[in-house]
């Protein structure tokens, strides 16, 4: 059973940058689609970004392309988002999710394996 813990939130400047990680156990995340999720409050939960297990294909919400970006070290069984440039508008719960199947893509539902969620603040 895939087992995630992200870390990495915290309070930032606008413009600033912040590295999310997510730790995978249980299962070797080379064989899993991986994805970047956001909750703020009042609004329902939305893809940020998403990659292949190959980590080839990639997928970006239009509202990061170019400031953010996704990677993976399967070595290290994490995966990971930089945020640079960030906008108050970014601000959010961010959750890291994977799916054994399928394609790179920003729909929660297609992702069953989900981490608890870690708190990213744009504010000046």
């Known amino acids: 059973q895939l087992h995630l813990v992200e870390s990495g939130g915290g309070l930032v400047q606008p413009g600033g940058s912040l590295r999310l990680s997510c730790a995978a156990s249980?299962?070797?995340?080379?064989?899993?689609?991986i994805g970047w999720f956001r909750q703020a409050p009042g609004k329902e939960r939305e893809g940020v970004s998403s990659?292949?297990?190959?980590?080839?294909?990639?997928e970006y919400a239009d509202s990061v392309k170019g400031r953010f970006t996704i990677s993976r070290d399967n070595a290290k069984n994490t995966m990971f988002l930089r945020m640079n440039s960030l906008k108050p508008e970014d601000t959010a719960v961010y959750y890291c999710?994977?799916?054994?199947?399928?394609?790179?893509?920003?729909?929660?539902?297609?992702?069953?394996?989900w981490g608890q969620g870690t708190q990213v603040t744009v504010s000046a």
């Open positions: 249980g299962s070797a995340l080379d064989y899993w689609v």
């Open positions: 999710a994977a799916s054994p199947w399928g394609n790179p893509n920003l729909d929660p539902t297609h992702f069953g394996w």
């Open positions: 990659m292949s297990s190959s980590g080839i294909r990639t």
